[in-house]
């Protein structure tokens, strides 16, 4: 005897209501506070439940027209998401959401702590289910919709282990996510803590320590800005970047600065910039993908502007062209080294390379 049709319901509070049925059911949204808004970005309602239903229908095969997705409003606790998941046999009434009290109340305090990475790549490599995005920020960006009288701090702290400027390129990349949903960018402030006193444990050279404060405009600021960076004692790599991500504008524009500012503030370090072309042009995934770099003409035009918009000394500034292989090609590597100590061997090859410090 065959197993009844059942329906799958998966509710998410602050996210929505998903269930899979049999039947074709439309989207609905419970009703909710006439003030709700919710974020803007990743994390957010319908960014959640797009997700939820793309990971059902794409990974696990399952038909979507037996999908239906409704906003289940906001959790009791602004910063966090819950999931509900029902089997229901056919024909059964959905279950209804459970209501919270969705009106935000003022806030003003520490509103998150954790620990970051520089790498910004998401995926289901570990085939744990989609990325549902920063559900913190969805929820930061609500809130100072809702308190447009207060402003957002953002306290990084290095770790002892972190390259030069580690926590600057962090901020920056979490200040630009909060921009990016309606948060003006003069209501975020970047204060440098200094090295955390907090011990290292499942983080390696490439984290930081983030709090994320959010006071009235008239509040002093939740930490004092920490003496500069020490120069490093040895080479540091800052990153390696391919042509894929560089030719889109805004990324690049994030790359270059979280460079720039670490030669420009510690003058006493110099600049590489190692660039390998790609060996055959790349096919474009759709019409409107920006053209192929060329990573030489790109690394020059760091240095350029570097020497005549920062004032950085062209002789701390080293563009290296290096040769390409099947392994290594379209990209830019970029280090950082004090004075007197060498950069180490970084390449792939035992060709010659061309240096222009000129």
Known sequence: MPMPMKRLFILLIFSGLLFISSEKVAAQETERPARLFEGVGSGTAGFV??????????????DPQRINATNGGRFSKPSRIQTELWLIPNGSVPPQP???NGE????????????SWEYTGVGDECGCGPYLGNVSFAALSDLSH????????LVAYSFRSSPPGTWRRIAKRDAADLQSRGIQAERIKIIFGGVTKKAEDNVD???ALMQVWMLPNDAPPPAKEAEPE???KKAFQIGTYNDYLLKDKEQERLIFAGFADVVQVDKNLNLYIITRPRIEPTEKISPDEPDDIDTQKLGEKWKSELVEKYGIDKNRIFVIKATADEFREGEIDVWVTPPGIPLPNTYSSDEDIQSDNG
């Open 205 to 207: 050279e490439r984290h």
């Open 104 to 115: 935000l109340k003022k806030f003003a305090g520490k509103f998150a702590e954790y620990k």
């Open 49 to 62: 439940i797009q997700s939820q239903v793309n990971y059902l229908v794409q990974t696990r095969g399952i």
């Open 146 to 153: 809702h308190q447009d009288d207060s402003l957002v701090y």
């Open 98 to 100: 459970k209501v919270y």
């Open 230 to 232: 020490r120069t490093p």
